[in-house]
């Protein structure tokens, strides 16, 4: 994986100043490392019956629907408010300044759905707890949170609900 991740590009300044962004699109663009991350994030569930990815817009659009294809399950997105054509259910969280939601297709999961959530980077973890808090008033069965990258000095995997294995493949 360090061949994979030698290819994150970190962007400073974006999308504010201070963030420093870690940019995946050098990793996608990468056949072998591509398909070496892809493997990555869906190994731990290999043996495991994962009924639907749960991916949250836009990075995780890529990364869940292809980890989805990998191990035979379906996709779910999670989208930014009024994406999503048909009935939703939105949940609000707070960033930095301000706040922002997300949305579910209300008839996305099935109670006892078994769900693995798939994101690019855990930060504050604001958005993937509003991803789970979705998924979980469906009556999903969450399996676990898997991210390629988590910045550690945010700590947001204690925003996440205990109980719910929370994996990264890189902490920074
Ligand atoms: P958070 O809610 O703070 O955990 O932010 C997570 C979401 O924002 C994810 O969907 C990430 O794609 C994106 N994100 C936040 N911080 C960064 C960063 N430093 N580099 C790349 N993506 C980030």
């Known amino acids: 994986m360090e061949d994979v991740f030698s290819l994150v590009r970190d962007v400073r300044d974006f999308p504010k100043p201070g963030i420093v962004f870690k940019d995946l699109t050098p990793v996608f663009r990468d056949p072998a490392a591509f398909k070496a991350l892809i493997a990555a994030l869906a190994a731990p569930f290999a043996d495991q019956r994962v009924d639907a990815v749960l991916g949250i817009e836009a990075r995780g659009f890529i990364l869940g629907a292809a980890v989805a ?6 996709f779910v997105p999670a989208r930014k408010p009024g994406k999503l054509p048909s009935k939703t259910d939105r949940e609000s969280y707070s960033l930095e300044y301000g706040t922002d939601a997300l949305e579910l297709h209300s008839d996305a999961f099935r109670p006892g759905d078994r769900v693995l959530l798939v ?3 855990i930060a504050t973890g604001g958005t993937a707890r509003a ?9 999903a069965d969450v399996i676990a949170s898997m991210f390629a990258l988590e910045l550690d000095f945010l700590n947001g ?3 996440l609900p205990t109980g719910i294995p929370v994996h990264s493949l890189l902490h920074v």
């Open 69 to 74: 294809v990998h191990l035979g399950a379906g």
């Open 119 to 121: 994101d690019d980077v």
């Open 131 to 139: 991803a789970l808090a979705l998924a979980q008033r469906q009556g």
């Open 157 to 159: 995997r204690s925003l």
